[in-house]
């Protein structure tokens, strides 16, 4: 196939790979723009490692093509491409010491150690790796050892860096320090990061657009922004951040951008996200937590009466569970918002505006996360 | 507190364990290598004339070095041969991996005689090869160099050592995580520099450890040199074990061995220190 002009510079065009009996990657389509952080994002098993794994070179595709900076990479294999990769678990060389490790690169260009030496400090320096230059893997914490992978896939200075879940085996507090550090080195060098996490808070601030899959199939893709108001099937609706479904039928489609679902005999205004849906569909109907108003003061287009059932405090909020009939409807109230008074058992009017809440078609109900 | 004398007392059944099958037994043959046979007895006086003996007698010295060469060769051999077995089947054959594993390690579960006779069919004036060469018309007389000499030692020891080689080297192998490959081919190195870099520098502890147990093997055997070696291939083992089985000079047999010990004990301490550091590779 002829190389092509292209302003992507990663694309996938239609690229599928099966194992055996699973389709690990499923005709996906994806195109990243050059100094893009773009995240692939998803639970274990969607697809989204062997993705990059195919953009690294080393799986290739049963069907479709890869394309880096407009040429066909497909037959290319790893050591040609021009990417490098943060591994999960960072595969350092053991019987090499850090220095060595991010010479490695370096020495397969066949640059001299003396030629090297300038670059291997710098991206040392980098990462804050400063001294650690003789120790071996076995003789450096777990943060520094990602540091050190991050270094060596540095060095060759890539035009694409792929990170597979690479703060996935560390704790909390350095994880979220660690993505500053590579979101900081993102920006500062300007190269592409294709990162992959099941992570979604992660995703969400670290990426300029991500990926979400599931059973290797692209459900959206777009910014955190979107991908978080406006998702585009159940799926992302349920694995991205707090979500409430309700079941409910079609009653009627009053506007082009509003329809009327009634959900256990209670008529709720939705938007109408999906212009598919016609009168007596089985739909869920999706509402975030915090767009969910207890006892609200201003007026609202859908209000229910319902009882309180359950009050979590969270910290600098609560997470209020209300219920009609055999519906939960949870809340998150502003601790300053909150009427402490409030008790298990209350009459409370719940109430959401009809642009905050989103349907979808029955039908997607299979796909969503079950976390019970 | 009390876990001190508790471990002191658990230890003793191993320390009486060490004392009388390997330390005592071993004792005993230094000792009696510093005594001296006299007439058809063995005098009480301990004295270093059985070692003064074996170093002013050239034959003896020969036959060391040369047991020492053809250990080196076959264990050297042995690695050769090994190797890309246990490289094939350890990383590139997903099916049948372990039918393969066993059928190399399947000769150790055959008589060692039985297998050393094979090869005496196989080398003979008669044998495999000879008759095979004759048939196709390619020599007229069997060669007669394959038997009888240490050739047919060197090869035979090779052959018995290939199984203790294969296994360790397959092991360590097989421990190299596959992730270490993805990051060397991510990284430029194609399939040649992958092995050089990464996948031979982590298997050198299987490597050593395989390498010292083919060497001590050939070192010490005799039955080998004894069916196929003939008058040319002697070693070491053989004059051991005619001093004990036929000169009755156990003082002299046991000085032998116990520099045959000596050196297999060297050879031991070198490669467990760098097989120790196996530990430290993976953590």
Redesign the interface.
């Given at each position: 196939m002829k190389d092509k002009e292209s302003k992507w510079q990663v694309e996938l065009v239609e690229v599928t790979k099966i194992y055996k009996d699973t389709i690990a990657v499923n005709n996906s389509n994806i195109k990243i723009k050059a100094g893009e952080f773009f995240s692939l994002l998803g639970p274990s098993g969607c697809g989204k490692t062997t993705t990059l794994r195919i953009i690294?070179?080393?799986e290739e595709p049963d069907e479709g093509k890869v394309f880096l900076e407009g040429r066909d990479v497909t037959n290319v294999?790893?050591?040609?491409r021009n990417?490098?990769?943060v591994?999960?678990?960072y595969?350092?060389?053991?019987?090499m010491s850090v220095y060595d490790n991010v010479y490695?690169?370096l020495?397969?260009?066949k640059i001299s150690k003396k030629e090297a030496d300038p670059r291997i400090k710098r991206v040392l320096k980098l990462v804050n790796l400063e001294g650690f230059e003789k120790r071996?893997?076995?003789q450096v914490s777990g943060g520094q050892r990602q540091r050190v992978a991050s270094a060596?896939?540095l060095v060759?200075e890539p035009r694409v860096l792929l990170l597979d879940e690479p703060l996935g085996a560390l704790d909390f507090k350095l994880r979220v320090s660690m993505q500053k550090v590579l979101k900081d080195i993102q920006r500062n060098l300007n190269i592409t990061f294709i990162y992959v996490t099941h992570d979604q808070t992660e995703a969400i601030t670290m990426s300029d657009r991500i990926a979400v899959m599931s059973q290797g199939l692209i459900h959206q893709i777009g910014t955190p922004d979107e991908i978080y108001n406006n998702p585009a099937t159940a799926f992302v609706a349920s694995f991205i951040g707090e979500m409430n479904f309700l079941e409910g039928l079609v009653t009627s489609i009053p506007s082009s951008d509003t329809v009327e679902v009634s959900v256990s005999n209670k008529n709720i205004l939705c938007k109408n996200n999906d212009q598919k849906i016609s009168l007596n569909d089985g739909v869920l109907v999706s509402i975030r937590p915090e767009k969910v108003h207890v006892n609200p003061l201003q007026s609202l287009k859908n209000v229910i009466e319902a009882e309180l059932s359950r009050i979590v405090f969270k910290g600098n909020n609560f997470e209020v569970t209300a219920k009609f009939d055999k519906c939960e409807v949870r809340s998150l109230v502003d601790y300053k918002v909150w009427d402490k008074s409030q008790k298990v058992g209350n009459r409370v009017k719940i109430g959401w505006n009809p642009e905050d809440v989103q349907v979808f078609p029955i039908s997607m109900k299979k796909d969503m996360i079950q976390y019970e | 507190m009390f876990d001190k004398p508790r471990a002191y007392i658990m230890g003793i059944p191993i320390i009486f364990w060490l004392l009388t099958i390997i330390i005592t037994p071993v004792i005993l043959m230094l000792i009696m290598s510093f005594r001296q046979k006299v007439g058809y007895d063995i005098s009480n006086i301990l004295t270093l004339s059985n070692y003064l003996e074996i170093l002013k007698k050239p034959s003896y010295v020969k036959i060391l070095l040369r047991s020492f060469r053809i250990a080196l060769i076959a264990s050297t051999l042995a690695i050769f041969a090994s190797y890309p077995l246990a490289y094939y089947i350890s990383r590139k054959i997903r099916k049948g991996r372990h039918l393969l594993f066993m059928l190399i390690i399947a000769p150790l579960w055959i008589s060692y005689l039985v297998r050393i006779i094979a090869w005496r069919a196989i080398l003979g004036n008669k044998g495999l090869i000879n008759s095979t060469l004759m048939a196709l018309g390619l020599i007229k007389e069997p060669l007669s160099f394959l038997l009888y000499n240490q050739f047919a030692v060197a090869i035979t020891l090779t052959y018995i050592s290939i199984p203790f080689v294969f296994i360790p080297l397959y092991t360590a192998l097989e421990k190299i995580p596959v992730n270490l490959i993805d990051a060397a081919r991510d990284l430029g190195a194609n399939e040649f520099h992958t092995f050089i870099n990464v996948i031979l520098p982590l298997c050198i502890p299987g490597l050593l450890t395989g390498f010292m147990l083919a060497f001590i093997i050939s070192l010490g055997d005799y039955i080998i040199p004894m069916q196929l070696g003939g008058t040319g291939g002697m070693m070491l083992g053989n004059i051991i074990w005619s001093q004990f089985g036929f000169a009755f000079n156990w003082p002299l047999g046991a000085a032998l061995g116990f520099i045959l010990f000596s050196i297999a004990a060297v050879i031991l301490a070198i490669t467990q220190k760098f097989g120790s550091r196996e530990g430290m590779l993976y953590e």
């Open positions: 690294a070179g080393l294999p790893a050591h040609r990417v490098n990769t591994f999960q678990d595969a350092i060389f053991p019987h490695f690169p020495k397969m260009r071996y893997s076995s060596r896939a060759n | -």
